[in-house]
């Protein structure tokens, strides 16, 4: 008997500002992950070198700003783009885990809309941890809300569905 694969759900969305020479970093480490992403989008809104080259050349679909329109509009331009079930943002410059998508597919259930994991900030040359992000699980199951609301979240550790993202 063959065991059956569950085919990837999350895209993974770039929104990229003068970020060729980040990229290849980025795509070594997705390359790198346990587990594979549905489909990997960059929105280049730098038009200032050669982002839009280096993503071609890294094999991610490109979409390419005809003037500089800022983050907010590259996200809901890369949401807009996707056509998976969850979305993940992630910044050009920063890793991204090996097991990231290890831990949130298994959460990516019927009634979630965003999974957020635990994060660190590391400096890029030293690699020494600047900021770490967690999450209690205690205080998640006595006060989500507020628990929320008193840790700061970034994007690049929240996956979301697409249908709640609008």
Not at 41 to 65: M, N, Q, W
Not at 70 to 82: C, K, P, V
Not at 110 to 135: E, H, K, P, Q
Request: hydrophobic fraction near 40%.
């Amino acid at each position: 008997m063959i065991a059956s694969v569950q085919p990837a759900r999350v895209s993974l969305l770039i929104p990229a500002y003068n970020a060729a020479s980040f990229l290849p970093r980025l795509a070594q480490s997705v390359t790198s992950m346990h587990g594979s992403f549905a489909r990997i989008i960059c929105y280049d809104d730098g038009l200032d070198d050669e982002t839009a080259r280096v993503s071609e050349s890294l094999g991610f679909d490109t979409i390419v700003a005809t003037e500089n329109r800022g983050a907010i509009y590259a996200r809901n331009r890369l949401a807009e783009e996707s056509n998976t079930e969850f979305i993940h943002f992630h910044d050009a410059d920063d890793l991204i885990h090996e097991d990231f998508l290890t831990f949130v597919e298994p959460k990516l259930v019927d009634t979630a809309d965003v999974v957020s994991c635990d994060g660190d900030w590391l400096d890029d040359g030293s690699r020494t941890v600047c900021l770490r992000w967690r999450f209690s699980e205690r205080d998640m199951a006595c006060n989500s809300l507020r628990t929320l609301l008193r840790t700061p979240l970034g994007l690049n550790q929240s996956t979301i569905r697409r249908s709640a993202f609008f």
